[in-house]
């Protein structure tokens, strides 16, 4: 195996593993929040799903870069490039990084706009509309990172 | 569709009043108004303190109910019954609440006589009756506890000053004793036991020995252990009826919201205001005849300044969709039902996250069984049809991906189209394309509410330029479209620019404001790329049934030589398949309902979607347990 290989590997593997981990922080978060209004108002659970599972987006970004750099890299397929040139695997390893730093700081402020929105919501109801749609409105940044990565992800080769 | 509405008002004589709001809440056809200055409401406390009481009844007398039957039978109640007969029921709500009283007044009288039992145990071997150990003339006479191990000492201590003796029963306070000494040596004696920890107790004057008074008491928790036994018996048998209590708490329930419910009286009469469904008109009149001849009924359209209530009307397959948008805010009365587009999306993209045809094979037995035999009623209903209804669409998505529980099989020369696995790179095209035809589907409600406002211009420059610009784009990548694509996306894009600020009289303000219009691209982008999670969900739940297959593949072995040892491997192998497929399901199940419901939130309802509506409630019977009133 080659270094470049293992650049580029370790690359796909931390979008997945710190998106995640910012994803899984986030939604805890934002599911604590739920937890307490849910105990006093039971009925709001299905609205309150929604609003917790918001900061959950960027781990699937995550986990979606790391599929692209393997279908990339052939391992899907059942060829894999063994032989990978070290810039190559850098140029891999940068390409996952967009859509990994943002994706991770992203799920993290998502996470404060879902409680906000929680808390919004347990104290008017019908607002859960425009709670949803402020805390989504973080999220576009993670979906430009996760644009730039699948550019750079398909087309280093 | 959303049903146009009515409004009512209803003036009757105050007598009247009771039997038109009990009629009114028969039909279930209005929504009353409510004005914070003027209207009233009766006050419901009492309801409230007997639903609390009938809802304690019914919880301490579950354990003794008869396990609910596999199939549920429908409790149906009549009408007549359900409104007069009250008190009887009462009467066993009374009686089930005595009975558990003196149950708990019978079990504290043993806990205190337990504790009694326990403090003349040790003096049970004591002959003589407790009143009687008082001190003689010539000896002063003691009980109390020394710790056992000094039991020699303490021997020894009374012995040299001529005391008499003897050691009782013991207990975790010590050696129980009893003891004498000549008057003049009490202090002498008393002194010496300080030093190996004497504590004195003194018994209660009793003229009973401790044992009589032991078995005194004895007899009398062994008796009130039976009467708990005989009440607690009752109580199984109020049990049988427990359904009774079931009805009362819906009776009340009801009569509580009707009490509640908002009136204008007059000195003679009482003025109700409501809103109606157009189409009940005729059956909000009967009620009203029913209770009255004297009466004033009038029925008009909403004013320009009145919000009515939102009701939508739908076929039976797009109904259990409408809790999802429902959940998200009710439509208003204004706009165009979002139903019917949002459930053929909800349907199809359930279907293709979940994305296996074993698993919606499971989802339509499964959820359609559950809903004949369970029979659930209202909003969970509404749910289990949603989740059946979704399998259809599983079954459909799995074939084309030729999943079936995990495993890739072609039944009759099937082949799959697709198999995201294999094709990630497909997949993510297919999951925005359909991305992208829902948004455009989102855009075409918007343009069906544009046109039934007349403003043709607007869906000219508001819905079609963007669905050139992003159609146009798409048709980009592919080769032999590029060049159409290429006019298709700058057509909308000029006509965003140009007309989207035609609300502007000055051109350099309109241009600008059209420049900004189509900055907005970027949130259409976002949007459309929002829906690769599509391709992360149906991967993931196919990864998982994969792996849960190998495992269970792994400790089948092979099966081509058959042993003992084969069948045994054959069933733990199954329990792997079972329970890994089960939580597969489950877990893809509350994924797809999350994420279906955001891609309609967020990325559909965006586009034309404002819920300014709220939900039309009338004033009915609140039926928590029984499901049917029978009319006559």
């Known amino acids: 195996m080659s270094t470049g290989l293992l650049i580029a590997i370790v690359g796909a593997l931390l979008s997945t593993i710190v998106a995640g981990l910012g994803s899984a922080i986030g939604v805890q978060m934002a599911g604590k929040a739920a937890t307490g209004v849910v105990s006093e108002r039971p009925e709001l659970f299905g609205k309150l799903l929604i609003l917790q599972a918001l900061p959950g987006t960027q781990g699937i970004y995550g986990f979606l870069v790391t599929v692209l750099v393997f279908v990339e890299l052939g391992f899907l397929s059942g060829n894999p490039a063994l032989t990978l040139e070290t810039a190559t695997g850098w140029a891999f390893f940068g390409a996952c990084m967009p859509a990994t730093i943002i994706g991770f700081l992203s799920a993290l402020y998502q996470a404060r706009m879902s409680v906000y929105s929680i808390q919004m919501t347990a104290k008017q109801p019908d607002a859960a509309a425009k709670g949803m749609t402020m805390t989504v409105l973080v999220e576009t940044y993670a979906i430009l990172s996760l644009l730039v990565s699948i550019l750079l992800v398909t087309n280093v080769m | 569709m959303i049903v146009p509405m009515k409004k009512v008002q209803i003036v009757v004589l105050k007598e009247d009043h009771e039997q038109l709001m009990l009629n009114l809440q028969k039909t279930g056809e209005v929504m009353l108004i409510e004005h914070p200055e003027i209207s009233q409401k009766s006050d419901a406390t009492s309801e409230e303190i007997m639903l609390q009481r009938t809802r304690k009844s019914l919880n301490l007398l579950k354990k003794y109910r008869e396990k609910p039957k596999l199939v549920k039978e429908l409790n149906k109640v009549d009408y007549d019954d359900f409104v007069s007969n009250i008190n009887q029921r009462i009467e066993l709500l009374e009686k089930i609440e005595t009975t558990y009283e003196e149950i708990q007044r ?30 003689t003339r010539y000896a002063n006479l003691h009980t109390g506890f020394i710790e056992s191990r000094f039991s020699e000492d303490f021997k020894r201590i009374l012995d040299s000053h001529g005391s008499e003796c003897e050691l009782l029963g013991k207990t975790y306070d010590g050696q129980a004793v009893f003891f004498a000494n000549y008057y003049t040596d009490d202090s002498l004696v008393m002194e010496g036991l300080r030093g190996i920890n004497f504590v004195e107790t003194s018994l209660p004057k009793l003229p009973l020995t401790a044992s009589q008074l032991l078995s005194e008491k004895e007899a009398q928790y062994q008796s009130n252990q039976e009467k708990i036994k005989e009440l607690e018996e009752a109580l199984a048998q109020y049990a049988k009826h427990a359904d009774e209590l079931e009805i009362l708490t819906d009776q009340v329930a009801s009569i509580e919201v009707r009490k509640t419910a908002p009136v204008i009286p007059t000195d003679a009469t009482v003025y109700v205001e409501g809103w109606v469904r157009h189409d009940r008109v005729d059956k909000v009149i009967k009620a009203v005849k029913e209770a009255t001849d004297i009466f004033d009924c009038e029925f008009c359209d909403p004013l320009p300044d009145e919000l009515p209530p939102t009701a939508t009307q739908n076929n039976r397959f797009v109904a259990p969709f409408e809790i999802i948008t429902n959940m998200f805010a009710a439509p208003s009365p204004y706009e165009v039902d979002p139903n019917p587009m949002m459930s053929f999306w909800y349907w199809i993209i359930f279907g293709i996250m979940m994305g296996d045809a074993g698993y919606g094979l499971v989802m339509v037995l499964f959820f ?52 995201p696995m294999e094709q990630p790179m497909n997949m993510l095209i297919l999951s925005l394309v359909l991305g992208a035809l829902h948004i455009f589907g989102g855009l075409l409600v918007k343009a069906y509410d544009n046109f039934r406002k007349k403003d043709i211009l607007a869906i000219f420059s508001d819905q079609l330029s963007w669905m050139l610009l992003i159609g146009g784009i798409g048709f980009m990548f592919l080769p032999q479209l590029t060049n159409i694509g290429k006019y298709l996306a700058i057509a909308g894009a000029l006509i965003i620019v140009l007309f989207s600020g035609r609300s502007n009289r000055n051109i350099v303000k309109r241009i600008g404001s059209g420049l900004y219009t189509l900055y907005g691209a970027t949130g259409y982008m976002s949007d459309i790329l929002s829906y690769s999670r599509i391709l992360a969900l149906s991967m993931s739940s196919g990864v998982i049934a994969f792996v849960m297959n190998l495992l269970a593949g792994m400790v089948q072995g092979d099966l081509s030589t058959f042993t003992f040892m084969t069948i045994i491997k054959i069933l733990f192998a199954m329990v792997i398949y079972f329970v890994g497929h089960v939580f597969n399901l489950a877990m893809g199940l509350l994924s797809a309902y999350v994420h279906a419901s955001r891609l309609q939130y967020i990325e559909f309802f965006g586009k034309f979607y404002e819920g300014s509506g709220y939900a039309f409630t009338p004033l009915e019977n609140k039926l928590t347990y029984i499901d049917e009133l029978n009319v006559n």
């Open chain 2, 106 to 135: 019978l079990k504290a009288d043993n806990v205190t006589l337990h504790e009694t039992l326990k403090t003349y145990q040790p003096w049970e071997q004591l002959t003589v009756p407790l009143d009687k150990i008082v001190n």
């Open chain 2, 368 to 419: 359609g069984l559950f809903i004949k035999i369970k029979k659930p009623k209202g909003n969970s209903l509404k749910l289990f049809q949603l989740l059946m209804y979704s399998g259809i669409t599983t079954v459909i998505w799995g074939v084309i991906f030729g999943s079936y529980f995990g495993f890739s099989w072609k039944p009759f020369g099937l082949k799959p189209v697709l198999v």
